[in-house]
């Protein structure tokens, strides 16, 4: 089976740091993303792991471990505009994407 | 500009009437995928396809068809939307090659059925 697990909901102030952790167990692995989700919008990228290791883009961050079937998504400098979903997808050897359920993050003042 | 259009963006329509959802896509994209999305639980999976006339089963196909006669478009086929069809529906394509390997989404189909 397909399974990729993350928290549901989380909450941080505004100018900390938040991790969101993702596990996944799929039919093969061609990569790792992570989407922003706001309320009622479209998913939108960003960010794309298919190496171990850490990529980093901005305020956002994204660490991959293959072997452990783990990635994380690291953002810094909360901003109350980051109140969002952020939605965890692998997409596996046949080139289709996984879902996670997506972790609901509230940036509180 | 590259991007993944569907219409109608809100649609209102009685039990058993059929529809269809539309979705284009101008980035020459092999992979095409529909989901829904409802309160709580993420988006799932419909129906996806690889390319022209192949299209594969996600998990919650039923109540649902779908064809792909040309690379370009998707269409969501409902024969007879039942109220449990209410939700927010998206679609999504990408290229099954390394480069720019991410989905692109459309802006999402809002669906009532009364």
């Known amino acids: 089976g397909q399974n990729i697990d993350q928290p549901t909901e989380m909450t941080a102030t505004e100018g900390a740091i938040v991790q969101i952790n993702c596990t996944y167990q799929?039919?093969?692995?061609?990569?790792l993303f992570w989407y922003q989700q706001h309320a009622g919008e479209a998913p939108t990228f960003l960010s794309y792991n298919v190496l171990d290791g850490l990529e980093e883009k901005g305020r956002f961050s994204s660490f991959l471990s293959r072997s452990k079937g783990y990635s994380y998504l690291l953002l810094k400098e909360l901003q109350m505009k980051d109140s969002a979903s952020y939605l965890c997808?692998?997409?596996?050897?046949?080139?289709?994407?996984?879902f996670g359920p997506g972790t609901r993050l509230s940036v509180l003042p | 500009e590259a991007q993944v259009t569907q219409n109608p963006r809100y649609l209102i329509t009685v039990t058993g009437k059929k529809l269809t959802v539309t979705c284009s896509q101008n980035?020459?994209?092999?992979?095409m995928s529909w989901y829904r999305q409802d309160p709580g639980l993420g988006l799932r999976q419909i129906y996806y396809s690889m390319n022209v006339e192949v299209t594969d089963k996600g998990d919650v196909p039923e109540g649902y068809k779908v064809s792909r006669k040309e690379k370009r478009n998707f269409p969501l086929i409902l024969e007879s939307p039942s109220p449990n069809q209410t939700s927010l529906y998206f679609c999504?394509?990408?290229?099954?090659?390394?480069?720019?390997?991410?989905?692109?989404f459309g802006q999402g189909t809002r669906l009532t059925v009364v």
């Open positions: 980035m020459n994209h092999e992979y």
């Open positions: 997808a692998v997409k596996n050897y046949g080139q289709n994407f996984v």
């Open positions: 799929t039919s093969g692995f061609n990569g």
């Open positions: 999504a394509s990408s290229t099954i090659r390394d480069r720019l390997p991410e989905a692109f």
